[in-house]
């Protein structure tokens, strides 16, 4: 039931009354967009605001100044342009960014709405915790003493890994970055944020294909696709603006739009040919299109020879999904897939979308690789309307992991090892040793001591039973005690019920964000809770990255609300507490004690990532690009003319070297058609060069404007003496150079040409042709220079030397490489099928059944023996989970929000007509959803054909009642959302990616009954 309390002033005595006053004023869509009004559905936001836009008089518009600042919102990854207009400091009225190529002056409902964050009365105003079973208020300096103060204890008794730091994609680059070295500088890998639960399986499937794991092209180049093939993704709901780009391929090529998935989604409503696939059985369905590729000779089989690795073994594969055997494990005719494989032949470039239901998977990581392979085997790979276009969830979760909030690497995708610390404690001008002190050390099975700094930290997706497990079960001395859900909502993870459990059994529960989460209310402690307001990203500024790879900055809008302070502030406060703040910040300016100012951080980020290029992305040129996105051309998104003329919009990474360099970003990865120094790619040689006696390199084939036409190895310093390269090193890349391998006191004089003339003195040091005997001056590098730098690769020059040379002769500074098809380093080096742990084709389970249990990511983790137990009986139907267009994420945020929470009430779940005429169900009554672990729901049902029989579908944006109990009066006072309903993912069940720990959301099985 919607209900708002009142602050005492009057109101209408309905808020549909809005609805009901569509009449009476005639609106257009700017008007409407400015007054933040309603915004129903995906592209269109129609309705009318009843009277919130008033016509100004000349004196009062004299009055008062209205100031109009871009900002991005802040739901999901397309990074729509907010243009906010502010008045007396407050946020009066919107418009989306019309000169924006990404939104093109479009809002869906959420983006439309944004500005009532900013006013936000669902905010959480004040720090609390709860004492005696009550929420209390105090004061931010009493909130962090007190944590500060128990955190510390735990350290004392348990380790640094006792304390659990996970982040958010809600934070901006800058906060990312600075998190995961807050993480550091306390000492644990226990860190993490929801891209473990959304992509994870996606980064580490694609990277280990083609070298980086991130969508390939863009939202706008799919304007150049000739055709469209969706499998897991629903961006009419997930992404509503994102659908004009699909839709104008659509028109404007005539491309045909396939959409696969398990129901039919509003994105299916769009397409010319729709596969309705068993939850599940991805593999089987790509393979099963593969067959018929392979059958009718339809691959490109040029491409694959040049820069593809291990295409036969997925041949002898394939080889096994007949038409009749994908049909059996997929449900889908093999006619229809005989019909796709011809439409994508047909039509190429073609480009494959996916999102979350493709990935939340026991076998995420093989859905992903195999989809890689499909657009591989069609040649669609590093080409404009290709590639892999994979649509990242929140606002930055693109940014946040390239920033390392990940318990398995650290910012930059360095990973863990020595070599990796070692890089990073240079760019923090820390000391090594005391860095790695701040870690636990444990004995090793050989009973060597190890320091847990190179060990992979539990992932969120496992945090409780970090809490949970016996810790003689783990890779870490004790249990996790005190957990900090920094911009996290609970409700978006799995196995609810052994949650509620974790978080009554941990010492102390921290919850850091604009809203109390359902974090606050599903568990039934009494005290140990303390809550912290965070400001909006509304409220400060900083650089996104959208789910292209391109930055974009976002300017405050209006000062933090209520005492809540910007996420990089309360980082300051807690690192101020606990003694480290003078390091963590020792190259960062501060704005105050605490603060850390955002621009000089983001240049701290330029200084050490250089694996995927942040290194260009400066404050100054993101900002000049938001200051010019008119420039910008809607579908390249290359500026014509202006001050960022030949600049890709936001740089997308990586942008190359340098800002000195002024490198455009890269719009299309693995793009071979342009010179690399304009925004070409090769694939990355990321994997050795040569695997059983076989080349690993490209074959003849390389970018536009290289000097080395063949395939090559990553570049080091030692590569560049192999070409005769190294002298076009600058005299200062090569004392930088030298430094990172101890020479100290390089002189960056000594031996310059000291008769004043130009250009007689090469940048090495060497004597040049033209110089007398004696004329050069001493040369400041010793005889042993080349042989100690010789190993300093393009990753770990400081200087960024080694990529600029490398581009200047028309390379790439990764290599280049084959793409490859198998990665003998997974569990399943070629993917393959198998069945969800939790199925109800016990046939199937028989021929393709899931791992042996296993432990990684320090905890024991089950397969085969939950597998083995047949659940198909009490539990027949399978229990499938979704977005939709209204709300986001765990929906805290959304639905709390007025204008959305009108939208949708009810928490629902989608039944197949016959399955609810045999249950005995009926459309709008209430039903119980009851998963095979024991968790249930009580939940609206939906008869629809939307879904399959055999299959539901629950949407997983909903918290605030657990099993059937209604937990409003357990939230702060004013600060329970409007709309509260039943989480999904209480029913939800265990199930783990084979990789990366990702949960299994989309297959497990349910039992449903009349209410």
């Given at each position: 039931?919607?209900?708002?309390?009142?602050?005492?002033?009057?109101?209408?005595?309905?808020?549909?009354?809005?609805?009901?006053?569509?009449?009476?004023?005639?609106?257009?869509?700017?008007?409407?967009?400015?007054?933040?009004?309603?915004?129903?559905?995906?592209?269109?936001?129609?309705?009318?605001?009843?009277?919130?836009?008033?016509?100004?008089?000349?004196?009062?518009?004299?009055?008062?100044?209205?100031?109009?600042?871009?900002?991005?919102?802040?739901?999901?990854?397309?990074?729509?342009?907010?243009?906010?207009?502010?008045?007396?400091?407050?946020?009066?009225?919107?418009?989306?960014?019309?000169?924006?190529?990404?939104?093109?002056?479009?809002?869906?409902?959420?983006?439309?709405?944004?500005?009532?964050?900013?006013?936000?009365?669902?905010?959480?105003?004040?720090?609390?915790?709860?004492?005696?079973?009550?929420?209390?208020?105090?004061?931010?300096?009493?909130?962090?003493?007190?944590?500060?103060?128990?955190?510390?204890?735990?350290?004392?008794?348990?380790?640094?890994?006792?304390?659990?730091?996970?982040?958010?994609?809600?934070?901006?680059?800058?906060?990312?970055?600075?998190?995961?070295?807050?993480?550091?500088?306390?000492?644990?890998?226990?860190?993490?944020?929801?891209?473990?639960?959304?992509?994870?399986?996606?980064?580490?499937?694609?990277?280990?294909?083609?070298?980086?794991?991130?969508?390939t092209n863009s939202y706008n180049d799919i304007h150049n696709s000739k055709a469209i093939f969706i499998i897991?993704?629903?961006?009419?709901?997930?992404?509503?603006?994102?659908?004009?780009?699909?839709?104008?391929?659509?028109?404007?090529?005539?491309?045909?739009?396939?959409?696969?998935?398990?129901?039919?989604?509003?994105?299916?409503?769009?397409?010319?040919?729709?596969?309705?696939?068993?939850?599940?059985?991805?593999?089987?369905?790509?393979?099963?299109?593969?067959?018929?590729?392979?059958?009718?000779?339809?691959?490109?089989?040029?491409?694959?020879?040049?820069?593809?690795?291990?295409?036969?073994?997925?041949?002898?594969?394939?080889?096994?999904?007949?038409?009749?055997?994908?049909?059996?494990?997929?449900?889908?005719?093999?006619?229809?897939?005989?019909?796709?494989?011809?439409?994508?032949?047909?039509?190429?470039?073609?480009?494959?979308?996916?999102?979350?239901?493709?990935?939340?998977?026991?076998?995420?990581?093989?859905?992903?690789?195999?989809?890689?392979?499909?657009?591989?085997?069609?040649?669609?790979?590093?080409?404009?309307?290709?590639?892999?276009?994979?649509?990242?969830?929140?606002?930055?979760?693109?940014?946040?992991?390239?920033?390392?909030?990940?318990?398995?690497?650290?910012?930059?995708?360095?990973?863990?090892?020595?070599?990796?610390?070692?890089?990073?404690?240079?760019?923090?001008?820390?000391?090594?040793?005391?860095?790695?002190?701040?870690?636990?050390?444990?004995?090793?099975?050989?009973?060597?001591?190890?320091?847990?700094?190179?060990?992979?930290?539990?992932?969120?997706?496992?945090?409780?039973?970090?809490?949970?497990?016996?810790?003689?079960?783990?890779?870490?001395?004790?249990?996790?005690?005190?957990?900090?859900?920094?911009?996290?909502?609970?409700?978006?993870?799995?196995?609810?019920?052994?949650?509620?459990?974790?978080?009554?059994?941990?010492?102390?529960?921290?919850?850091?964000?604009?809203?109390?989460?359902?974090?606050?209310?599903?568990?039934?402690?009494?005290?140990?809770?303390?809550?912290?307001?965070?400001?909006?990203?509304?409220?400060?500024?900083?650089?996104?990255?959208?789910?292209?790879?391109?930055?974009?900055?976002?300017?405050?809008?209006?000062?933090?609300?209520?005492?809540?302070?910007?996420?990089?502030?309360?980082?300051?406060?807690?690192?101020?507490?606990?003694?480290?703040?003078?390091?963590?910040?020792?190259?960062?300016?501060?704005?105050?004690?605490?603060?850390?100012?955002?621009?000089?951080?983001?240049?701290?980020?330029?200084?050490?990532?250089?694996?995927?290029?942040?290194?260009?992305?400066?404050?100054?040129?993101?900002?000049?690009?938001?200051?010019?996105?008119?420039?910008?051309?809607?579908?390249?998104?290359?500026?014509?003319?202006?001050?960022?003329?030949?600049?890709?919009?936001?740089?997308?990474?990586?942008?190359?070297?340098?800002?000195?360099?002024?490198?455009?970003?890269?719009?299309?990865?693995?793009?071979?058609?342009?010179?690399?120094?304009?925004?070409?790619?090769?694939?990355?040689?990321?994997?050795?060069?040569?695997?059983?006696?076989?080349?690993?390199?490209?074959?003849?084939?390389?970018?536009?404007?290289?000097?080395?036409?063949?395939?090559?190895?990553?570049?080091?310093?030692?590569?560049?003496?192999?070409?005769?390269?190294?002298?076009?090193?600058?005299?200062?890349?090569?004392?930088?150079?030298?430094?990172?391998?101890?020479?100290?006191?390089?002189?960056?004089?000594?031996?310059?040409?000291?008769?004043?003339?130009?250009?007689?003195?090469?940048?090495?040091?060497?004597?040049?042709?033209?110089?007398?005997?004696?004329?050069?001056?001493?040369?400041?590098?010793?005889?042993?220079?080349?042989?100690?730098?010789?190993?300093?690769?393009?990753?770990?020059?400081?200087?960024?030397?080694?990529?600029?040379?490398?581009?200047?002769?028309?390379?790439?500074?990764?290599?280049?490489?084959?793409?490859?098809?198998?990665?003998?380093?997974?569990?399943?080096?070629?993917?393959?099928?198998?069945?969800?742990?939790?199925?109800?084709?016990?046939?199937?389970?028989?021929?393709?059944?899931?791992?042996?249990?296993?432990?990684?990511?320090?905890?024991?983790?089950?397969?085969?023996?939950?597998?083995?137990?047949?659940?198909?009986?009490?539990?027949?139907?399978?229990?499938?989970?979704?977005?939709?267009?209204?709300?986001?994420?765990?929906?805290?945020?959304?639905?709390?929000?007025?204008?959305?929470?009108?939208?949708?009430?009810?928490?629902?779940?989608?039944?197949?007509?016959?399955?609810?005429?045999?249950?005995?169900?009926?459309?709008?009554t209430q039903v119980w959803v009851e998963g095979p672990e024991g968790g249930k729901v009580k939940v609206m049902?939906?008869?629809?054909?939307?879904?399959?029989?055999?299959?539901?579908?629950?949407?997983?944006?909903?918290?605030?009642?657990?099993?059937?109990?209604?937990?409003?009066?357990?939230?702060?006072?004013?600060?329970?959302?409007?709309?509260?309903?039943?989480?999904?993912?209480?029913?939800?069940?265990?199930?783990?990616?084979?990789?990366?720990?990702?949960?299994?959301?989309?297959?497990?099985?349910?039992?449903?009954?009349?209410?």
């Amino acid at each position: 039931m919607l209900r708002k309390k009142t602050n005492g002033v009057a109101r209408r005595p309905q808020r549909t009354s809005v609805l009901s006053r569509v009449g009476e004023s005639t609106v257009d869509r700017r008007a409407f967009l400015r007054g933040s009004g309603l915004a129903i559905g995906g592209l269109a936001a129609v309705g009318a605001t009843g009277g919130t836009v008033t016509r100004a008089t000349a004196q009062s518009a004299a009055q008062t100044a209205v100031e109009t600042i871009k900002s991005v919102c802040t739901h999901c990854s397309v990074g729509c342009t907010v243009i906010a207009e502010v008045e007396n400091g407050v946020w009066t009225g919107q418009e989306p960014g019309w000169d924006s190529p990404f939104n093109l002056g479009a809002h869906c409902a959420k983006g439309a709405s944004v500005r009532e964050h900013a006013h936000g009365e669902r905010r959480l105003k004040y720090p609390m915790k709860k004492v005696g079973g009550e929420w209390t208020r105090i004061s931010w300096e009493d909130a962090i003493n007190e944590i500060g103060d128990q955190m510390n204890v735990i350290r004392e008794e348990s380790g640094p890994d006792s304390v659990y730091w996970l982040g958010s994609a809600k934070h901006s680059n800058e906060q990312a970055y600075l998190f995961r070295k807050f993480a550091a500088y306390w000492g644990t890998n226990n860190v993490d944020h929801q891209a473990r639960i959304c992509h994870s399986t996606t980064v580490a499937g694609v990277a280990n294909t083609w070298g980086y794991g991130a969508m390939t092209n863009s939202y706008n180049d799919i304007h150049n696709s000739k055709a469209i093939f969706i499998i897991g993704g629903n961006p009419a709901e997930a992404h509503p603006v994102s659908l004009q780009h699909l839709l104008k391929a659509k028109e404007q090529n005539n491309a045909p739009l396939i959409v696969c998935d398990p129901r039919f989604t509003r994105t299916a409503a769009h397409a010319d040919e729709f596969v309705r696939l068993r939850p599940g059985s991805d593999v089987a369905l790509v393979w099963g299109i593969l067959w018929h590729l392979f059958e009718n000779g339809w691959e490109d089989k040029e491409f694959i020879r040049t820069r593809v690795w291990g295409m036969d073994q997925i041949r002898d594969e394939v080889k096994k999904w007949t038409p009749e055997e994908t049909e059996r494990v997929t449900g889908v005719p093999g006619s229809q897939l005989k019909r796709v494989a011809r439409t994508l032949a047909n039509n190429r470039p073609g480009t494959v979308i996916w999102c979350m239901g493709g990935t939340q998977h026991t076998t995420g990581n093989n859905n992903t690789r195999a989809y890689c392979i499909l657009q591989l085997a069609l040649g669609n790979m590093g080409t404009a309307g290709g590639g892999t276009n994979i649509f990242r969830g929140h606002d930055n979760v693109q940014g946040a992991t390239d920033l390392g909030v990940l318990s398995h690497t650290l910012p930059g995708y360095y990973g863990l090892s020595d070599g990796a610390w070692a890089h990073w404690a240079r760019v923090w001008g820390e000391d090594l040793d005391w860095l790695k002190g701040q870690f636990a050390t444990v004995k090793g099975e050989g009973g060597e001591d190890q320091n847990l700094c190179t060990l992979t930290g539990i992932p969120v997706s496992r945090w409780i039973d970090g809490v949970l497990e016996d810790p003689a079960n783990t890779d870490q001395p004790n249990p996790v005690r005190a957990m900090v859900l920094w911009g996290h909502a609970p409700n978006s993870q799995t196995r609810m019920k052994e949650m509620k459990t974790a978080m009554e059994k941990l010492d102390m529960l921290v919850v850091i964000d604009p809203y109390p989460t359902v974090s606050a209310v599903m568990n039934d402690r009494t005290d140990g809770v303390y809550l912290l307001p965070a400001a909006t990203q509304f409220e400060t500024r900083g650089s996104v990255t959208a789910s292209n790879r391109s930055l974009q900055w976002r300017e405050q809008v209006v000062q933090p609300l209520f005492e809540s302070k910007p996420d990089h502030e309360i980082i300051g406060l807690f690192a101020n507490k606990f003694g480290f703040a003078d390091r963590l910040f020792r190259n960062i300016e501060m704005d105050d004690a605490n603060t850390p100012n955002v621009e000089s951080t983001l240049r701290e980020i330029n200084k050490g990532m250089w694996t995927i290029g942040y290194t260009g992305q400066t404050p100054e040129r993101l900002k000049m690009h938001m200051e010019n996105q008119q420039t910008f051309d809607r579908t390249t998104l290359q500026a014509v003319g202006g001050p960022a003329d030949g600049d890709y919009y936001g740089l997308p990474w990586p942008c190359w070297g340098t800002a000195e360099i002024n490198h455009p970003g890269t719009p299309n990865l693995y793009d071979m058609s342009k010179p690399v120094a304009e925004g070409g790619l090769t694939f990355r040689a990321r994997f050795g060069v040569e695997r059983d006696g076989e080349n690993l390199l490209a074959e003849g084939v390389y970018s536009v404007g290289s000097e080395i036409q063949d395939g090559y190895p990553e570049f080091t310093y030692q590569m560049l003496m192999d070409l005769g390269w190294d002298g076009d090193l600058t005299r200062e890349e090569k004392i930088v150079m030298g430094g990172i391998v101890g020479f100290e006191g390089l002189d960056a004089t000594v031996g310059e040409s000291d008769d004043g003339d130009d250009g007689t003195t090469s940048p090495s040091g060497d004597q040049a042709s033209n110089e007398e005997v004696g004329e050069q001056s001493m040369s400041p590098f010793p005889s042993d220079y080349d042989e100690k730098v010789a190993a300093i690769n393009w990753k770990t020059d400081l200087s960024g030397g080694i990529q600029r040379v490398a581009i200047a002769h028309g390379c790439a500074p990764f290599g280049n490489a084959k793409a490859r098809a198998v990665v003998w380093t997974f569990p399943d080096p070629v993917p393959v099928h198998r069945e969800p742990l939790y199925s109800n084709r016990r046939d199937l389970v028989a021929d393709y059944p899931t791992y042996e249990d296993r432990k990684f990511y320090r905890l024991p983790t089950m397969y085969e023996s939950i597998q083995k137990n047949d659940f198909s009986e009490e539990y027949p139907i399978i229990l499938t989970s979704g977005r939709l267009v209204e709300y986001e994420g765990g929906g805290d945020e959304t639905r709390s929000n007025p204008w959305l929470a009108e939208l949708q009430q009810d928490m629902f779940v989608e039944i197949n007509t016959r399955d609810a005429n045999n249950l005995g169900v009926r459309d709008g009554t209430q039903v119980w959803v009851e998963g095979p672990e024991g968790g249930k729901v009580k939940v609206m049902a939906m008869v629809t054909n939307r879904v399959g029989a055999g299959v539901a579908f629950m949407p997983f944006h909903f918290g605030g009642h657990f099993e059937g109990v209604d937990l409003r009066d357990k939230y702060p006072d004013g600060a329970d959302p409007y709309v509260l309903g039943e989480s999904t993912n209480v029913a939800q069940t265990y199930g783990y990616d084979s990789v990366t720990q990702m949960q299994e959301t989309k297959a497990t099985l349910c039992k449903i009954w009349a209410a």
